[in-house]
């Protein structure tokens, strides 16, 4: 299965058609603002409880992995990132 078909199942998952696509592209530059802090105040989240801190190791300056990845992201994520490439 190419990665275009693969898109297309998850966006077909979610219910995600066309318009919603387009409503989503008219507001990125808002969301590529907001989603920085979103994410800090997420695994800010999720470091305050021992059941969910456990599924990431968390480190200063070097950001977070979780448990069973060997990608290591760092939060704030760049305006690249990857999820809001596939709307552009």
Same mark, same amino acid.
């Given at each position: =299965?190419? #990665? @275009?078909?693969? !898109?297309? @199942? %998850? &966006?077909?998952? $979610?219910? =995600?058609?066309?318009?919603? $696509? +387009?409503? &989503?592209?008219? *507001?990125?530059? &808002? $969301? =590529?603002?907001? &989603?920085?802090?979103? *994410? #800090? +105040?997420?695994?800010?989240?999720? %470091?305050?409880?021992? +059941?969910?801190?456990?599924?990431?190791?968390?480190? $200063?300056?070097?950001?977070?992995? #979780? +448990?069973?990845?060997?990608?290591?992201?760092?939060?704030?994520?760049?305006?690249?990132?990857?999820? =809001? %490439?596939? !709307?552009?």
């Amino acid at each position: =299965m190419s #990665a @275009d078909n693969n !898109l297309s @199942d %998850r &966006l077909s998952f $979610i219910k =995600m058609d066309a318009e919603a $696509i +387009e409503r &989503l592209r008219s *507001i990125k530059p &808002l $969301i =590529m603002e907001e &989603l920085p802090g979103a *994410i #800090a +105040e997420f695994y800010k989240q999720v %470091r305050a409880f021992p +059941e969910t801190k456990k599924f990431f190791s968390f480190s $200063i300056g070097t950001g977070f992995r #979780a +448990e069973n990845s060997t990608r290591t992201t760092s939060a704030p994520l760049p305006k690249s990132a990857r999820s =809001m %490439r596939a !709307l552009a």
